[in-house]
Nanobody
Framework: QVQLVESGGGSVQAGGSLRLSCAAY????????MGWFRQAPGKEREGVAV???????ALAYSAQGRFTISQDNARNTLYLQMNDLKPEDTPMYYC??????????????????WGQGTQVTVSS
């Protein structure tokens, strides 16, 4: 059974940094595309960043220049480094697993497995 477990969320002040982790069980991160998504209360879930099996990345416009997605194949873990955080970066963050080597940031329905989420709160 595939399981994704996120960690690393927390509360920071604007301008601060956090690194989110997503440990994968029953799934090999190096073989497929994975992504980070976020959802604020009352809003739709949106893509933040994806990384393909070949290491290619794509970031949402709001994340460019501030966030970095990466993976550690030895640890079978996906990461999202978030710098210069803003209050609008506040919602719940989720990692998700795809079963293709490539994926699209906007195609949430193609991601088959989701983690339980980790909360990020950025205060001004």
């Amino acid at each position: 059974q595939v399981q994704l477990v996120e960690s690393g969320g927390g509360s920071v002040q604007a301008g601060g940094s956090l690194r989110l982790s997503c440990a994968a069980y029953g799934y090999t991160v190096s073989l497929y595309c994975m992504g980070w998504f976020r959802q604020a209360p009352g809003k739709e879930r949106e893509g933040v960043a994806v990384i393909t099996a070949d290491g290619g990345t794509a970031l949402a416009y709001s994340a460019q220049g501030r966030f970095t997605i990466s993976q550690d194949n030895a640890r079978n873990t996906l990461y999202l480094q978030m710098n210069d955080l803003k209050p609008e970066d506040t919602p719940m963050y989720y990692c998700a697993a795809h079963y293709s080597r490539t994926c699209a940031l906007g195609r949430l329905g193609d991601f088959r497995v989701w983690g339980q989420g980790t909360q990020v709160t950025v205060s001004s």
